[in-house]
Protein backbone atom coordinates (compact mmCIF):
# COMPACT_ATOMS: atom_id res chain seq x y z
CA UNK A 1 0.00 0.00 0.00
CA UNK A 2 1.55 3.16 -1.33
CA UNK A 3 2.15 6.20 1.99
CA UNK A 4 -0.21 8.46 0.23
CA UNK A 5 -3.16 6.01 0.91
CA UNK A 6 -2.23 5.26 4.32
CA UNK A 7 -4.67 6.61 7.26
CA UNK A 8 -2.81 8.35 10.15
CA UNK A 9 -6.06 8.02 12.43
CA UNK A 10 -5.63 5.35 15.02
CA UNK A 11 -8.99 4.09 17.91
CA UNK A 12 -8.98 5.50 20.92
CA UNK A 13 -8.46 2.39 22.79
CA UNK A 14 -4.98 2.98 21.39
CA UNK A 15 -4.07 5.75 23.42
CA UNK A 16 -4.26 3.98 26.79
CA UNK A 17 -0.42 4.11 27.53
CA UNK A 18 1.32 6.97 29.35
CA UNK A 19 3.17 9.86 26.98
CA UNK A 20 6.77 9.91 27.35
CA UNK A 21 8.77 12.93 26.32
CA UNK A 22 11.61 12.63 23.28
CA UNK A 23 14.16 12.38 26.56
CA UNK A 24 12.21 9.70 27.97
CA UNK A 25 13.32 7.30 25.38
CA UNK A 26 16.59 5.37 26.84
CA UNK A 27 18.99 5.28 23.46
CA UNK A 28 21.32 3.61 25.11
CA UNK A 29 21.06 -0.08 24.12
CA UNK A 30 22.96 -2.82 26.20
CA UNK A 31 26.19 -3.58 24.47
CA UNK A 32 27.52 -7.35 23.39
CA UNK A 33 31.11 -6.72 24.28
CA UNK A 34 31.07 -5.46 27.42
CA UNK A 35 30.70 -1.74 26.62
CA UNK A 36 33.37 0.51 24.37
CA UNK A 37 36.89 0.58 26.22
CA UNK A 38 38.20 4.14 24.53
CA UNK A 39 36.91 7.65 23.14
CA UNK A 40 37.44 8.97 19.94
CA UNK A 41 36.57 12.06 17.81
CA UNK A 42 34.37 10.77 15.10
CA UNK A 43 33.28 12.57 11.85
CA UNK A 44 36.29 15.12 12.62
CA UNK A 45 35.96 15.47 8.47
CA UNK A 46 34.11 14.24 5.89
CA UNK A 47 36.79 12.45 4.58
CA UNK A 48 36.93 9.90 7.92
CA UNK A 49 33.92 8.39 6.78
CA UNK A 50 33.80 7.15 3.22
CA UNK A 51 31.01 5.06 1.90
CA UNK A 52 31.28 3.19 -1.54
CA UNK A 53 28.24 2.04 -2.65
CA UNK A 54 28.35 -1.64 -4.35
CA UNK A 55 25.69 -2.01 -6.41
CA UNK A 56 26.52 -6.04 -7.07
CA UNK A 57 25.68 -5.93 -10.94
CA UNK A 58 26.90 -4.29 -13.87
CA UNK A 59 24.97 -2.01 -15.87
CA UNK A 60 24.42 -3.46 -18.83
CA UNK A 61 24.94 -0.05 -21.41
CA UNK A 62 21.77 0.17 -23.27
CA UNK A 63 17.98 1.01 -21.85
CA UNK A 64 15.64 3.85 -21.59
CA UNK A 65 17.58 4.73 -17.51
CA UNK A 66 21.09 6.48 -17.52
CA UNK A 67 23.25 5.44 -14.29
CA UNK A 68 25.07 8.19 -13.17
CA UNK A 69 27.84 7.36 -10.83
CA UNK A 70 28.50 10.75 -7.97
CA UNK A 71 31.15 11.32 -5.16
CA UNK A 72 29.20 13.34 -3.19
CA UNK A 73 31.09 15.43 0.04
CA UNK A 74 28.61 17.29 2.75
CA UNK A 75 25.55 16.81 0.70
CA UNK A 76 22.71 14.16 1.36
CA UNK A 77 21.39 12.08 -1.41
CA UNK A 78 17.52 14.00 -1.32
CA UNK A 79 19.38 16.93 -2.16
CA UNK A 80 21.47 15.58 -4.97
CA UNK A 81 18.63 13.73 -6.62
CA UNK A 82 16.83 17.28 -7.12
CA UNK A 83 19.82 18.42 -8.61
CA UNK A 84 19.79 15.49 -11.03
CA UNK A 85 16.32 16.00 -11.74
CA UNK A 86 16.54 19.57 -12.17
CA UNK A 87 19.25 19.39 -14.98
CA UNK A 88 17.57 16.36 -16.66
CA UNK A 89 13.86 18.77 -16.90
CA UNK A 90 12.13 15.26 -15.18
CA UNK A 91 10.20 15.13 -12.28
CA UNK A 92 11.61 14.00 -8.95
CA UNK A 93 10.24 10.34 -9.39
CA UNK A 94 11.88 9.63 -12.40
CA UNK A 95 15.38 9.76 -10.59
CA UNK A 96 16.17 6.35 -8.57
CA UNK A 97 18.82 5.80 -5.96
CA UNK A 98 19.44 2.64 -3.71
CA UNK A 99 19.52 4.19 -0.54
CA UNK A 100 20.06 7.31 1.67
CA UNK A 101 24.16 7.96 2.26
CA UNK A 102 25.35 9.73 5.37
CA UNK A 103 25.58 14.08 4.70
CA UNK A 104 28.36 14.31 7.18
CA UNK A 105 30.94 12.31 4.94
CA UNK A 106 32.63 11.09 1.33
CA UNK A 107 29.92 9.15 -0.77
CA UNK A 108 29.91 7.67 -3.95
CA UNK A 109 27.15 5.70 -5.15
CA UNK A 110 24.98 5.79 -8.22
CA UNK A 111 21.39 7.07 -9.29
CA UNK A 112 19.58 6.02 -12.49
CA UNK A 113 17.54 8.83 -14.56
CA UNK A 114 14.32 7.92 -16.68
CA UNK A 115 15.30 9.65 -20.11
CA UNK A 116 14.09 7.03 -22.84
CA UNK A 117 13.74 9.66 -25.35
CA UNK A 118 15.64 12.86 -26.90
CA UNK A 119 19.41 13.81 -26.28
CA UNK A 120 21.03 14.00 -22.67
CA UNK A 121 22.13 16.80 -20.67
CA UNK A 122 25.46 17.34 -20.00
CA UNK A 123 25.97 15.64 -16.94
CA UNK A 124 29.23 17.22 -15.89
CA UNK A 125 27.33 20.37 -14.99
CA UNK A 126 26.59 18.92 -11.95
CA UNK A 127 30.20 18.78 -10.75
CA UNK A 128 31.30 21.59 -8.40
CA UNK A 129 33.07 21.82 -5.50
CA UNK A 130 31.33 19.12 -3.57
CA UNK A 131 30.02 16.86 -5.99
CA UNK A 132 31.71 15.03 -9.22
CA UNK A 133 30.35 13.08 -11.82
CA UNK A 134 32.73 9.43 -11.93
CA UNK A 135 30.82 7.49 -14.90
CA UNK A 136 27.23 7.16 -16.85
CA UNK A 137 25.73 4.53 -18.62
CA UNK A 138 22.47 3.21 -19.07
CA UNK A 139 20.84 0.28 -17.79
CA UNK A 140 16.57 -1.29 -18.43
CA UNK A 141 15.63 -0.86 -14.91
CA UNK A 142 15.40 2.26 -12.72
CA UNK A 143 17.27 1.72 -9.37
CA UNK A 144 15.38 0.45 -6.51
CA UNK A 145 15.17 1.37 -2.30
CA UNK A 146 17.53 -1.41 -0.90
CA UNK A 147 18.14 -2.75 -4.62
CA UNK A 148 22.58 -2.62 -4.04
CA UNK A 149 24.27 -5.33 -2.54
CA UNK A 150 25.78 -3.26 0.40
CA UNK A 151 27.52 -0.73 1.18
CA UNK A 152 31.63 0.06 1.89
CA UNK A 153 33.25 2.09 4.34
CA UNK A 154 36.11 3.79 5.72
CA UNK A 155 36.10 5.06 8.74
CA UNK A 156 38.61 7.37 10.68
CA UNK A 157 38.48 7.45 14.73
CA UNK A 158 40.82 10.20 15.67
CA UNK A 159 42.14 11.77 19.41
CA UNK A 160 41.76 8.26 20.87
CA UNK A 161 41.73 8.10 24.85
CA UNK A 162 41.62 4.74 26.29
CA UNK A 163 43.12 1.21 25.49
CA UNK A 164 41.17 -0.99 23.10
CA UNK A 165 43.13 -4.47 22.31
CA UNK A 166 43.66 -5.93 19.68
CA UNK A 167 41.79 -8.92 20.32
CA UNK A 168 38.63 -7.04 21.23
CA UNK A 169 39.19 -5.31 17.53
CA UNK A 170 39.30 -8.65 15.71
CA UNK A 171 36.70 -10.01 17.89
CA UNK A 172 34.07 -7.70 16.91
CA UNK A 173 34.76 -7.20 13.19
CA UNK A 174 34.87 -11.10 13.15
CA UNK A 175 31.98 -12.10 15.46
CA UNK A 176 29.67 -9.15 14.76
CA UNK A 177 27.38 -7.10 16.66
CA UNK A 178 23.82 -6.42 17.64
CA UNK A 179 21.90 -4.86 14.45
CA UNK A 180 20.88 -1.71 15.95
CA UNK A 181 19.18 0.87 14.47
CA UNK A 182 21.41 3.63 14.56
CA UNK A 183 20.21 6.55 16.60
CA UNK A 184 20.06 8.89 13.91
CA UNK A 185 17.19 6.59 12.57
CA UNK A 186 15.49 8.20 15.99
CA UNK A 187 15.76 11.80 15.49
CA UNK A 188 18.27 14.49 17.74
CA UNK A 189 17.26 13.48 21.19
CA UNK A 190 14.59 11.10 20.09
CA UNK A 191 12.52 13.58 18.25
CA UNK A 192 11.14 10.81 16.14
CA UNK A 193 9.97 8.93 18.53
CA UNK A 194 7.91 11.33 20.27
CA UNK A 195 6.29 12.68 16.66
CA UNK A 196 5.48 9.22 16.28
CA UNK A 197 3.26 8.65 19.43
CA UNK A 198 1.33 11.54 18.79
CA UNK A 199 1.13 10.61 15.16
CA UNK A 200 0.30 6.66 16.15
CA UNK A 201 -2.38 7.92 19.29
CA UNK A 202 -4.50 9.43 15.90
CA UNK A 203 -4.26 13.22 17.79
CA UNK A 204 -1.79 14.47 14.68
CA UNK A 205 -2.20 14.25 11.27
CA UNK A 206 0.85 14.33 9.02
CA UNK A 207 0.06 15.04 5.35
CA UNK A 208 4.26 14.77 3.98
CA UNK A 209 4.39 11.20 2.88
CA UNK A 210 8.21 11.11 3.15
CA UNK A 211 8.05 12.42 6.93
CA UNK A 212 5.09 10.12 7.87
CA UNK A 213 7.34 6.84 6.28
CA UNK A 214 10.32 8.26 8.54
CA UNK A 215 8.04 8.75 11.44
CA UNK A 216 6.41 5.24 11.35
CA UNK A 217 10.02 3.83 10.49
CA UNK A 218 11.37 4.96 13.69
CA UNK A 219 8.45 3.62 15.51
CA UNK A 220 8.80 0.23 14.06
CA UNK A 221 12.96 0.50 14.53
CA UNK A 222 12.51 1.40 18.28
CA UNK A 223 10.26 -1.76 18.43
CA UNK A 224 12.58 -3.88 17.18
CA UNK A 225 15.55 -2.56 18.93
CA UNK A 226 14.12 -3.07 22.21
CA UNK A 227 13.53 -7.00 21.74
CA UNK A 228 17.15 -6.98 20.63
CA UNK A 229 17.95 -5.35 24.12
CA UNK A 230 16.17 -8.06 25.94
CA UNK A 231 17.71 -10.60 23.96
CA UNK A 232 21.48 -9.52 24.77
CA UNK A 233 20.45 -8.70 28.48
CA UNK A 234 18.89 -12.35 28.86
CA UNK A 235 21.92 -14.37 27.35
CA UNK A 236 24.71 -12.21 26.58
CA UNK A 237 26.67 -14.86 25.11
CA UNK A 238 23.55 -16.31 23.07
CA UNK A 239 21.54 -13.27 22.10
CA UNK A 240 22.42 -14.27 18.21
CA UNK A 241 21.60 -17.83 18.42
CA UNK A 242 17.87 -18.87 17.24
CA UNK A 243 15.97 -19.27 20.22
CA UNK A 244 12.46 -22.48 20.02
CA UNK A 245 10.04 -21.30 17.44
CA UNK A 246 12.40 -19.18 15.20
CA UNK A 247 14.35 -20.01 11.92
CA UNK A 248 16.75 -22.48 12.38
CA UNK A 249 19.61 -20.42 10.15
CA UNK A 250 18.78 -17.09 11.92
CA UNK A 251 17.85 -15.62 14.97
CA UNK A 252 15.63 -12.17 14.20
CA UNK A 253 13.69 -9.55 15.63
CA UNK A 254 10.19 -8.42 14.43
CA UNK A 255 9.53 -5.13 11.75
CA UNK A 256 5.55 -4.89 13.24
CA UNK A 257 3.01 -4.82 11.10
CA UNK A 258 -0.14 -6.80 9.83
CA UNK A 259 -0.47 -10.56 10.09
CA UNK A 260 0.55 -13.34 12.37
CA UNK A 261 3.86 -13.03 14.01
CA UNK A 262 6.58 -15.34 11.72
CA UNK A 263 8.04 -16.75 15.15
CA UNK A 264 6.05 -19.04 17.95
CA UNK A 265 7.06 -20.90 20.91
CA UNK A 266 9.58 -19.05 23.43
CA UNK A 267 10.39 -16.66 20.97
CA UNK A 268 7.42 -15.56 20.74
CA UNK A 269 6.59 -15.26 24.72
CA UNK A 270 9.80 -13.05 24.60
CA UNK A 271 8.43 -10.27 21.95
CA UNK A 272 5.16 -10.29 23.67
CA UNK A 273 6.51 -9.08 26.82
CA UNK A 274 8.51 -6.62 25.63
CA UNK A 275 6.48 -5.42 23.43
CA UNK A 276 3.33 -5.42 25.75
CA UNK A 277 3.46 -1.66 26.93
CA UNK A 278 3.63 -0.73 23.09
CA UNK A 279 0.54 -2.53 22.11
CA UNK A 280 -0.79 0.73 21.17
CA UNK A 281 2.16 1.38 18.79
CA UNK A 282 2.17 -2.20 17.42
CA UNK A 283 -2.39 -1.97 17.04
CA UNK A 284 -0.95 1.20 14.82
CA UNK A 285 1.30 -0.11 13.01
CA UNK A 286 -1.16 -2.72 11.87
CA UNK A 287 -3.84 -0.27 10.83
CA UNK A 288 -1.77 1.71 9.03
CA UNK A 289 -1.01 -1.26 6.27
CA UNK A 290 1.91 -2.05 7.47
CA UNK A 291 3.05 -6.03 7.47
CA UNK A 292 4.71 -8.15 9.47
CA UNK A 293 8.95 -8.48 8.63
CA UNK A 294 11.45 -10.05 10.32
CA UNK A 295 15.06 -8.72 10.62
CA UNK A 296 18.62 -10.32 11.73
CA UNK A 297 19.67 -9.64 15.25
CA UNK A 298 23.18 -10.52 14.23
CA UNK A 299 25.56 -7.58 11.87
CA UNK A 300 28.81 -9.57 10.94
CA UNK A 301 31.02 -7.13 8.82
CA UNK A 302 32.48 -8.52 5.67
CA UNK A 303 35.94 -8.00 3.97
CA UNK A 304 37.34 -6.14 7.49
CA UNK A 305 40.46 -4.84 8.06
CA UNK A 306 41.89 -2.53 10.69
CA UNK A 307 45.07 -0.46 11.19
CA UNK A 308 46.34 2.11 13.97
CA UNK A 309 47.50 5.01 12.66
CA UNK A 310 50.15 7.45 14.37
CA UNK A 311 49.57 10.77 15.92
CA UNK A 312 50.87 13.04 12.97
CA UNK A 313 48.93 11.36 10.68
CA UNK A 314 45.93 11.64 12.60
CA UNK A 315 46.68 14.86 13.58
CA UNK A 316 44.88 15.05 17.10
CA UNK A 317 46.60 12.19 18.92
CA UNK A 318 46.64 8.73 18.15
CA UNK A 319 43.69 7.12 15.41
CA UNK A 320 42.25 3.71 14.26
CA UNK A 321 41.21 3.82 10.90
CA UNK A 322 38.71 0.83 9.55
CA UNK A 323 37.55 -0.49 6.70
CA UNK A 324 34.07 -3.39 6.11
CA UNK A 325 31.19 -4.01 4.40
CA UNK A 326 27.65 -3.98 5.73
CA UNK A 327 24.55 -4.93 3.80
CA UNK A 328 21.53 -2.31 2.83
CA UNK A 329 18.98 -0.85 5.90
CA UNK A 330 22.40 -1.50 8.87
CA UNK A 331 24.08 0.92 10.52
CA UNK A 332 28.09 1.29 10.87
CA UNK A 333 27.48 3.11 13.74
CA UNK A 334 26.30 0.01 15.32
CA UNK A 335 29.88 -1.68 14.68
CA UNK A 336 31.72 1.81 16.06
CA UNK A 337 29.55 1.76 19.35
CA UNK A 338 31.12 -1.61 20.39
CA UNK A 339 34.83 -0.26 19.69
CA UNK A 340 34.55 3.28 21.33
CA UNK A 341 32.39 6.10 22.67
CA UNK A 342 31.86 8.59 19.68
CA UNK A 343 32.11 12.13 19.83
CA UNK A 344 30.73 13.17 16.77
CA UNK A 345 31.70 16.35 15.61
CA UNK A 346 28.90 16.54 12.97
CA UNK A 347 26.38 16.47 15.36
CA UNK A 348 23.97 19.29 15.55
CA UNK A 349 24.33 21.27 19.31
CA UNK A 350 20.77 21.75 21.10
CA UNK A 351 21.25 25.06 20.51
CA UNK A 352 21.63 24.72 16.77
CA UNK A 353 18.42 24.30 15.53
CA UNK A 354 17.04 21.50 13.20
Known sequence: ??????????????????????????????????????????????????????????????????????????????????????????????????????????????????????????????????????????HRQKLRRGQHRGNRFEITLRNITGELSAEKIDAILQGGVPNYFGEQRFGFGGNNLYEADILLRGEKKIKNRQRRGMLLSAARSWLFNSVLAERLNRDKQAWSTPMNGESENQASGPLWGRGRSLVSAEALALEETVLAPWKHWCEALEHVGLKQQRRSLLLSPETASWHWISAEEGQAGKGLRLAFELPPGTYATAVLRELSRLNNLSSPRPDAGQ
Not at 20 to 42: C, V
Not at 83 to 98: E, N, W, Y
Request: net charge negative.
Open 1 to 138: MPWSCLNPWVPTQMTESPRLSASDYDLNFPFAYGGPDIQADFRSTPEDFFVDECLGFEPCGEGEHVFLHLEKRGDNTDWLARQIARLADVQPMDVGFCGLKDRHAVTRQWFSVYLPKGEEPEWTELNSESVCLLANTR
